[in-house]
């Protein structure tokens, strides 16, 4: 059973840096992707940064680049996101997502590709 696991969400003020990580769990496929999607209050669930196995670089949100960097660990299968200079409008439910396949690049970002869903963990920026 695959289960994944947010953690470091938190408050911090604008311009402040956060990191989250995504531990998963009964995760056995050798090639696969994982990804951070948020969602904020009645908005729809954006994908953020995605990263896949098979060497290629990490995808990111235009809203994030400059900002925000993935990494993933395929030994240990955790998947890190670096926030920096966070703004007001990156205040949302963050979740991790996995897939059991490689991605085409464009589509990294989608979250109907993704079968694996975290809890999510909460990231509140204020201004």
């Known amino acids: 059973q695959v289960q994944l696991v947010e953690s470091g969400g938190g408050s911090v003020q604008a311009g402040g840096s956060l990191r989250l990580s995504c531990a998963a769990s009964g995760f056995t496929y050798s090639t696969y992707c994982m990804a951070w999607f948020r969602q904020a209050p009645g908005k729809e669930r954006e994908g953020v940064a995605a990263?896949?196995?098979?060497?290629?670089?990490?995808r990111y949100a235009d809203s994030v680049k400059g900002r925000f960097t993935s990494s993933l660990d395929d030994a240990k299968n955790t998947l890190d996101l670096q926030m920096n200079n966070l703004k007001p409008e990156d205040t949302a439910m963050y979740y991790c997502a996995a897939t059991r396949s490689t991605l085409w690049f464009p589509y990294r970002l989608g979250s109907n590709r993704y079968n694996y869903w975290g809890q999510g963990t909460q990231v509140t920026v204020s201004s």
């Open positions: 990263i896949c196995t098979d060497g290629g670089s990490a």
